[in-house]
């Protein structure tokens, strides 16, 4: 099974880029059918990951996937599950 993964460590205090990084793995997703995109926005203080939720939660993306699983083991991860 195909999965993407997007680690924002290195972007964490960019705004812009954030938002722009999140749009490429989600359309990249959708265009090559893949079923799973890894999310990593850390554990820190959790306003990254807020922020990745609400991204996910606008009306044009979230028609885009299936559903959004948090990491049991691992809060500073989540999963976008798409289905195609």
Do not use: C, W
Request: proline share 1%; glycine share 6%; hydrophobic share 40%.
């Amino acid at each position: 099974m195909a999965k993407l993964k997007l680690d924002l460590h290195d972007i964490f205090n960019k705004g812009r880029h954030i938002d722009a990084e999140l749009e490429r793995v989600i359309e990249e997703a959708v265009a090559r059918r893949i079923a799973t995109v890894e999310i990593i926005p850390g554990k820190g203080s959790g306003q990254l990951k807020k922020r990745v939720q609400r991204f996910l939660a606008q009306k044009h993306i979230r028609r885009l996937y299936h559903r959004i699983e948090n990491d049991a083991d691992n809060h500073g991860r989540l999963f976008v599950h798409f289905r195609h």
